[in-house]
């Protein structure tokens, strides 16, 4: 049975995953009141920054070496993170395969023009001089139609905004996270009506 996403209003479920970047574990209590972001702007709302990657923690390090980033990052491979948040993970259909080939990415703007999603990850990664690893293989088969979310959650644990890729668009909503004036926009709101209420 496919948990519902967590919306609004709900409880946040705890966590807790290894860290890639530090040699520690990752919680929840960690992160209250704050969001997966990664601008100033947003840091300057008192908004931080926290990813779960769905590979293993060794794997983890030896890709973030070749494309740093700068938030924080936990490694989950068995995504037990991404089904307690009810984030989900659509089985593959004729329909789901067609739309991930029809779906065109330049995540960093580094590549000359947007590609498949598959090819984009190859190119980016033969930027690097990445060599592909048996683990990502791995993680590509069980993986790799693992959809995202993004949740904001306040100081009390519970979650205040969230962002389900392919959520109310459905399947033309593959590859699409919020944008950056939507995570400021409701970075603020919820900051804004917590000032408001008192807390």
């Not at 574990?25 to 709302?45: F, H, P, V, W």
């Not at 190859?122 to 690097?128: E, F, I, M, P, Q």
């Not at 990445?130 to 949740?151: A, C, H, I, M, W």
């Amino acid at each position: 049975m496919t948990q519902m996403p967590i919306q609004s209003g709900d409880r946040a479920p705890d966590f807790v995953v290894p860290a890639v970047h530090e040699d520690r574990t990752i919680t929840l209590a960690d992160y209250r009141g704050k969001m997966a972001a990664s601008s100033e702007q947003l840091r300057s709302l008192g908004v931080d920054s926290l990813a779960i990657v769905g590979t293993e923690l060794d794997n983890a390090r030896s890709y973030f070496k070749f494309r740093p980033m700068r938030l924080a990052l936990g490694a989950d491979p068995h995504l037990t993170t991404h089904r307690s948040y009810g984030v989900p993970r659509p089985e593959i259909t004729p329909e789901l395969a067609q739309m991930m080939g029809n779906t065109y990415i330049n995540p960093t703007g580094e590549l000359p023009a947007p590609l498949p999603v598959q090819a984009a990850a190859a190119a980016l990664a033969a930027l690097d001089g990445y060599q592909v690893t048996p683990t990502d293989r791995r993680d590509q088969e069980l993986t790799s139609n693992q959809l995202k979310g993004q949740f904001l959650i306040d100081r009390d644990g519970f979650v205040r905004w969230s962002h389900i890729e392919c959520g109310s668009e459905g399947l033309s909503g593959m590859g699409k996270s919020a944008s950056h004036e939507e995570l400021l926009g409701a970075a603020s709101f919820v900051i804004g009506s917590s000032s408001r209420a008192g807390t």
